[in-house]
């Protein structure tokens, strides 16, 4: 057996979608269960959309993946030469011809086609004559000659067979009058010279599939696999847009969503190993198979990514962790605050992490460890308001008793005190919580008192009681 490459081939006009770091998993994942080799692809023949901005997105989005590829990144725009010879090749056999069809007689053809309800809107006009000189006055295409009679059959790894009857298919364009090769050719030319052997990507491209099989048989060149997987929708079942989704890899990353749980939840959107949820990276690079890959289109489903996420955050490293949180950290704080206070977040990370299910929660909520100033919000300002002040007042005096500050001490020293004064815990432990915290949640409030110390929680709590 050949050796097996997959690429990933986005556009690079915007940001890396869900729905092509899918793709680029599913290809990644492939090569490495067959211990093959995973490309990258740049297709940016578009000048006039594609952005160095939408090319480095795409390199950070694999990256914050992990999905790395094969040191050479291949870019279209570079290999415009090449296509053209192969364009030139495809005259010479008489597979492709120049085609001087006006505008007018293009507008045309398209009526006749749509009054006749014809599938094609290009009539083969110029498929077999000879240009005139008034002709050659018009800047001429290059047109693919289809083949016309019988059909063209995909067998697709993921859609099973897919038949074509030849008199359904145009004579697509190669070449623009503006000298600039088509899609469908680029992609056939690079597929063939990066010896690549099975292309999977969005079903949205199964039409493609049948007009460049066909570009690969003219040319005499072996047809590599095709796998089109189904698109991901939303959760009304509609086609995922930026409209009303987040669509772009980094937007989830803000979210602070972790790139394990992401290829986790990602590789889990149409295609499946039984009943299992949670797959790791190794387990999922040794189970993967195409014939897993379902037909039906999956609904992107945020909140499972997010308990998903949930698990990863629970189960990952807390160093990595902190790591993560130690950049968002840096931008706001600086370094000699995180530098003082990073033990702080060490001792209550597992407690933080409990109650949050992404990066940015854990972030946001441990702010009080870092911050001078609490601020309140309308929760805590209620919680405070309501509370008894007098009782607070008191309580303040018992804590300054409390010799040795650990967290046994405070916790039985606020339950002595509650007891005497025929109160609950909560009635100490919330208003305390926001004022030291500036949340109604938070983990163990003892805990947090014993780390930030005596003189900063009576500090706190002075601070709204006295």
């Known amino acids: 057996m050949s050796e097996v490459r997959t690429r990933f081939a986005p556009s690079p006009t915007g940001t890396l979608h869900i729905g092509g770091a899918r793709t680029a998993l599913f290809n990644w994942l492939y090569a490495m269960n067959k211990n093959g080799k995973f490309y990258l692809r740049i297709e940016d023949t578009d000048k006039l959309r594609s952005t160095t901005e939408a090319i480095n997105a795409i390199f950070d989005g694999l990256k914050w993946l992990e999905l790395n590829w094969e040191k050479q990144v291949i870019f279209q725009s570079q290999n415009i030469n090449r296509y053209k010879q192969i364009i030139d090749y495809l005259l010479e056999i008489n597979c492709a011809y120049y085609c001087y069809a006006s505008e007018i007689e293009l507008q045309r053809m398209k009526k006749e086609s749509r009054e006749k309800g014809l599938i094609k809107s290009y009539n083969g006009l110029w498929r077999d004559r000879i240009p005139k000189a008034e002709d050659k006055k018009i800047k001429p295409v290059v047109r693919f000659k289809s083949p016309q009679v019988g059909q063209t059959i995909l067998n697709d790894l993921v859609q099973g067979k897919v038949v074509v009857n030849n008199n359904q298919l145009d004579d ?13 050719l680029s992609v056939v030319v690079d597929d063939y010279d990066m010896n690549i052997s099975h292309i999977i990507r969005g079903d949205d491209h199964l039409n493609n599939a049948i007009r460049q099989i066909n570009i690969f048989r003219s040319l005499g060149w072996k047809v590599p696999n095709f796998a089109h997987i189904p698109l991901i929708h939303d959760s009304d079942g509609k086609k995922l847009s930026k409209r009303n989704n987040a669509v772009g890899v980094d937007e989830y990353k803000n979210m602070g969503i972790l790139p394990q749980a992401m290829k986790n939840y990602l590789l889990r959107l149409g295609w499946s190993n039984g009943d299992d949820e949670i797959i790791s990276e190794n387990d999922a690079i040794n189970i993967f198979s195409i014939e897993n890959i379902r037909k039906a289109p999956s609904r992107f489903d945020l909140k499972k990514l997010k308990n998903i996420n949930s698990y990863y955050l629970k189960n990952t490293p807390q160093d990595k962790i902190l790591s993560c949180i130690y950049n968002l950290l840096e931008k706001k704080y600086g370094e ?29 909520n441990s702010k009080f460890i870092f911050n001078k100033i609490i601020n309140l919000n309308n929760d805590t300002i209620k919680i405070i308001k309501n509370s008894n002040k007098k009782n607070i007042i008191n309580y303040i005096i018992q804590l300054k008793e409390i010799n040795d500050w650990n967290v046994n001490n405070i916790e039985n020293s606020a339950k002595s005190f509650a007891k005497n004064n025929s109160l609950s815990l909560k009635d100490i432990a919330m208003p305390l919580r926001a004022c030291i915290t500036g949340s109604k949640n938070s983990p163990n409030i003892f805990k947090i008192m014993f780390i930030l110390g005596q003189k900063d929680t009576i500090k706190r709590i002075e601070k709204y009681y006295l």
């Open 172 to 184: 697509m364009i190669l070449l623009r009058s503006d000298g600039t090769p088509t899609y469908t």
């Open 336 to 364: 000699k605050i995180i530098k003082d206070n990073l033990f702080k977040l060490e001792y209550l990370l597992s407690d933080i992490i409990e109650r949050h299910d992404n990066i940015n929660d854990i972030f946001y």
